[in-house]
């Protein structure tokens, strides 16, 4: 130890008026400095977040620029210099006269490289201090944001970064000592990092990559899902930087690769040394797999600002209950005993709204739930931890095929089109494996299998919307299907109940079912008469049940509702579909076209009473809304540009809010356009009730009589909802 103390003050005094230190803190300061320059000019506090602390959020807010650029920057220059001042006339040669051992001259130098990473990573955190605190001086800080230090999160934060940066540190060293050229370490260093740039830009980078290493700290800035102080990633940083120091020694000591690795003994210990730590690397980087639990189970803790006394789990497919819990003292558990196949299932919060989830049958579900306002932070954690981490929607992302296919390009070119649809699926195959979450877990065989599936189908049904354009354009070209569509068709059974609670699905599986059919009656018409030949089983109850809702819901009339009623309502194995078809209809019925709208009670801002039947003499468009709705904020706009827009015809635009707590609509409404009128209903539960509103935002139309138009209009932002607004007023189709 006192050998190395020696070459560690020795290498302090070579360091002096290099500036090194200064360097590290000056590229540690620079990503606070930016984003306080960035927080200043936005200006733009929320005061609807939960709560926090302003300093580590700061801290986090930088963490990006900082760990995939100014930090490895300043370990490239570090690095890069500290090597330098000994390469220059001979240095590394001149320390073999030295009477300090090679391990202490070797990891001395190291030892400053690492000062300098944390003379690095303090300069952030204090900048992140200094500047936040400037900061506040200059904008308002949201109510909401505590201005304490919160120490541990500070030093987790310091501790993620200093590991994360080992490998990356290590790999240069050796970069720097082998090669005498102060521009090749650094050419080689800035080559690592845009080769990052790139890798990231193609999804190839690999986990071990040392930059990704501390990547992973900006993507991740909470860090563990499961509550660890470190992730896998920083004992990746760590091993990865016990081999690279142990060959970087190793060669800088033997000074020629054949000595230091190709005799007997060292041979022997080189081996020994991948053996023991590459394999603790492979263990270590190898996904892991959340095992099932001996019971299915759901439990939780709810912190929010509005009152939830039930909790409510439903099936998606047909809405219906499967289990209802009661929350106390915040809290809730409830274990099933009924067996729960793989899906995607709603958990209802009271009136709060709900959120999806992915469990099965022998799932154990934790939910952390908290709610201020219109923030809410949810985390969902048990045996389906990388399940409910993965994209939820299974939707793709751009797609040049898809492009293609949608604006009606290249359908000319059956050949390339076929392949560039194959090539897509086969990409988007090969990517839906290599999700996994910050604790290096990867969803379940089942939970792949399934994502497969879904993923092909949006391939599949790419290719039945190419098949009908050119049958469109082209009657007499025969559009070949290729082996590798037949292929892909195979992934997708033609019954398989478990992914019926998709759309995609049912469409699809609908439209390969009546492909034969080319009597000129309507598809869904085509839909019941295929579905009615299937065998008997769940599945065709599901899908009977699906397509007759939706014939049910776009028939014409209540004698279309009946004939529906009585040629299919019957012909379900599990007559527990029937009674809820039946009393699905009598709910269409109530609400259908002409029937008499409800009325209801509400009051305006100016705390006036106001009675749906006071609006009679105009049409009425409702906006049923909630200041904690988010969909509901996307389409509150697109419904007040309308009602500025037909302010002059006999309409009256009503924005109805089912918030619990007065204050929070009071505030929101006060700042929405006067063209819209504001009323907060007096009895949601009789309201929703009436107008069977299961999910908000809801639209609504009732003509000046007081009857139903559409009880479940468009969303405004969809072009329907101007042409059905503009047929009910009587005003010409827009060109």
Known sequence: MQNFTTALKAEHIKKKGTGLYVVAGILGAISPLIWTIVTIIQDTPNQNKLPYNYFTEFIENCLDPFSTFFFPLMIIITVSRITQLDHKNGGWQLMETQPVKKISIYFSKFSVILIANLISIFSLISGCFLFGYIASLIIEVPENASLSFEIGSVLLVAARLFIAGLFFTALQYIISVLLPSFIWSILIGFFLLLAYLFLTAFKVVPDWYPIELLGKIATYKKGSDLGYWFTYSAAVSCICAIIALYIGFEWYKHKKIKLAFCTGKRAAMLVAVLIVFGGLLYYTLTPRVMEPHNRTVIAGIIDSDMPIDKIYIRDIFISDTIAEITVKDNKFHYAFTKNMPLDTYELALGSIGSITLTMATNDSTFLDFKKRKQSTDIALTGTRLAENLYKKDNQLGWSSVNYYIRENVYLDKPDFITKELVSGWEEAM????????????????????????????????????????????????ETKETPEITEMKKVVALNDEGLLSNADYFNYVSSQITAEDTEDVSQNTKSLRAIAKLEPGSFKDKMLFKQLKKSMEEASDKKERDSLAVLYADNFSNKRYTDIILYRKQIIEKLAKGKQAPLFDAITINNKPVN???????????????????????????????????????????????????????????????????????????????????????????????????????????????????????LEEQK
């Open 430 to 477: 090969a990517e839906s494996d290599k999700f996994k979450t910050v604790d290096n877990y990867v969803p379940r065989d089942d939970f792949k299998q399934k994502n497969k599936k879904l993923l092909t189908l949006n391939y599949l049904n790419m290719w039945n919307d190419f098949l009908k354009k050119r049958a469109a354009l082209y009657p007499n070209e």
């Open 612 to 730: 749906l039947a006071d609006l009679r003499g105009k049409y009425v468009a409702i906006d049923v809304w909630a200041t904690w709705c988010a969909p509901c904020k996307y389409q509150s706009p697109y419904f007040e540009k309308f009602a500025v827009k037909y302010k002059n015809e006999n309409i009256q635009f009503v924005a109805v809010s089912t918030d619990d707590k007065m204050d929070d609509w009071y505030v929101e409404a006060k700042s929405k356009s006067k063209s819209v009128l504001q009323l907060h209903i007096n009895n949601k539960n009789e309201f929703s009730k009436n107008y069977n509103v299961t999910g908000i935002p809801r639209f609504i139309l009732i003509d000046p009589e007081g009857n139903l138009v559409n009880a479940e209009m468009p969303f405004p932002d969809d072009q329907t909802f101007e042409q059905l607004l503009r047929q009910a007023l009587g």
